[in-house]
């Protein structure tokens, strides 16, 4: 009885087998392990595709307000230098119009005051007028800047220049400084009389010509720190 029932069972074993190789022949192994191949490529590459779609996100995310902030800088950069240039320019103006005469006068002498007089007050209205050339010109790459953010090459330009326009300004506002010192307290150790005494109001006008001149001091130094920021943000 158990050899027959195992001849019994022998022929759908057999027929199993012969189904199981009909249906999985050796070619038919080798194309579904390439499709299986292929898929999981497919995965894989779909899955870096996403990643790199998620840093691409957040970099454009992280970028953005940092753009944002730059042009702020920007504006507030354009903005100081038309302080600092209203600035210059007043006290190019107040110096170089100043003059006074004394109203009584001889025959042969004739008591006047000019800013020309005194070759500081000369070099201090040179420098203003030149530091106020330079501040009209340098509005065009501070617009640029607000149009293009990320400009760094000019930034390096603007910052040279506002160097050397800081220097030239202080050294005329310095020089124009101890001179007005001097008309307004005198120096007795050297002879030098106070002159203010006489000549008020031109001693009025060289006074207030300075503040307008400190003030685009305190201007251009901010104007210079504000480009370090701007180019150590990239």
């Not at 006068?105 to 800013?115: G, K, N, V």
């Not at 910052?159 to 300004?169: H, K, P, T």
């Amino acid at each position: 009885m158990q050899s027959t029932g195992l001849a019994l069972l022998s022929p759908v074993t057999t027929r199993i087998n012969s189904d199981i190789i009909l249906l999985y022949p050796s070619h038919s192994a080798q194309a579904l392990s390439k499709t299986l191949e292929s898929s999981f490529l497919d995965l894989f590459l779909l899955k870096k595709m996403k990643a790199g779609a998620l840093e691409l996100g957040s970099a454009s995310k992280g970028s953005t307000p940092q753009a944002g902030v730059n042009r702020g800088v920007s504006i507030l950069d354009f903005i100081l230098r038309i302080v600092a240039l209203v600035g210059t320019l007043a006290s190019a103006i107040a110096m170089g119009t100043t003059s006074e005469t004394l109203p009584f006068f001889t025959q042969f002498i004739r008591f006047r005051a000019q800013y020309h007089d005194l070759p500081s007050f000369t070099f201090f209205v040179v420098a203003n007028s030149v530091v106020s050339t330079y501040l009209v010109l340098s509005l065009a790459l501070s617009i640029l800047h607000i149009v293009r953010s990320g400009a760094q090459g000019t930034r390096v330009v603007l910052i040279f220049f506002d160097a050397g326009m800081l220097a030239l300004l202080t050294a005329g506002a310095s020089a124009a400084a101890a001179i007005v010192y001097l008309a307004h307290k005198g120096n007795a150790k050297a002879n030098w009389f106070a002159i203010c005494q006489q000549y008020n109001s031109f001693c009025e006008r060289i006074s207030a010509s300075l503040i307008g001149s400190f003030a685009a001091i305190v201007v251009l130094v901010l104007l210079v720190l504000l480009s370090a920021v701007a180019l150590s943000r990239r």
